[in-house]
């Protein structure tokens, strides 16, 4: 082989090198700015966050986002320990607890929705429950269905002389949170005895438990006898029978979009998002909140811009899947404030 031969060879083998990583840059760019974010919590909004995850992908093929529901309590823990992108919870942070977390957190408030009080009582279609024979069931100190103040609530309902199966949550919830939230305020002894909390000490005699909406949703649609509380949606995709609960001017409602909507219309969302409704004014009187928990500084501005996009999306864009599930949306005012601070904040 001459020198010249070999000059030349050799500038083949570059000038094809080189033409294949020009062929190749435009994949690894997508690959570089391809991102996966990963969040876990509440199963409360499982349903509106797995849609969330998939729409997002229709405006953001390179974004990839991953929920698991394990419950808002695992929500706010795995927030603290940093091995989530983003964590969800239908109780927020309590000031310690936003204290634990070293980079930073913020609640972005994403849904609102209803808790149905669901029962299982083979004849009984239409049952109403009171502000004082609610809180009196879940504190035990009502455990048969033929109660002369469950049946002063249904006068002409034939229930029966059986015990209440009581269904609860097995695991940290932020339906729970919610639930226990309205009857402590609506009821002295039961905030006394079990108060507000995501896993309550629950007085209830052989009370059946269950891990999540589903779990609680599955043990009360296959017990006879049996309620329980689960977020909306779970109650209707269950085929579940909702009580009618009676609200604050003493009217009876069922849990229905329009009935939250009313109840939350009048809630304020002070500068750190954190809001609580108890005691609604008016509408379905168990109603809540449910929030993301995003970091203030992230591993690297990749990810961080990743967040931003996807919280931009959520509050902008994903707001219109919320009522087709049930859920209510963030008023556009406070989404306004939210995305501000979100955009000017995460780094």
Known sequence: MTF???VLINR?????????????????????????LNGAG?????????KYAREVRKKYPDLKVNY?????????????????????S?????????AKVKNGVILVPTAGGAVSVVYNLPGVNNLRLSRTTLPDIFSGKITNWSDAKIKADNPGVNLPNQPIKFVVRADGSG???????????????????????????????????????????ALVKSNPGSIGYVEYDYAT?????????????????????????SALSTVKFPDNFITFEGNPEQGYPIVGLTWMMVYKQYSN???????????????????????DLNYTKIPSDVVNRVLKTVNSTVK
Do not use: C
């Open 12 to 36: 083949l083998v570059t000038t094809s090198l080189l033409t294949g990583a020009v062929a190749l840059s435009p994949v690894l760019s997508k690959i570089a700015s391809a991102q996966t």
């Open 175 to 217: 339906t729970t949170f919610i639930f226990t939230n309205h009857l402590s305020a609506i009821n002295g002894y039961f905030k006394g005895r079990i108060g507000t909390n995501r896993a309550p000490k629950w007085t209830l005699p052989n009370a059946l438990k269950g891990k999540g909406n589903p779990g609680v949703a």
């Open 237 to 261: 995709k269950n085929n579940l029978k909702s009580a009618e609960l009676q609200n604050k001017k003493g009217q009876f409602v069922a849990p229905s979009l329009a009935s939250a909507n």
């Open 68 to 88: 698991q529901a394990i419950g808002s309590g695992g929500g706010v823990s795995q927030t603290i320990a940093g091995t989530v992108d983003f964590g969800a």
């Open 301 to 323: 501005p990749t990810k961080a811009d990743a967040i931003k996009k996807w919280i931009n999306w959520v509050l902008k864009d994903g707001q219109q899947y919320n009522d």
């Open 4 to 6: 010249l031969t070999s």
């Open 90 to 98: 239908d109780a927020a942070m309590t000031d310690s607890e936003i």
């Open 42 to 50: 509440a199963t409360f909004p499982a349903p509106l966050y797995e």
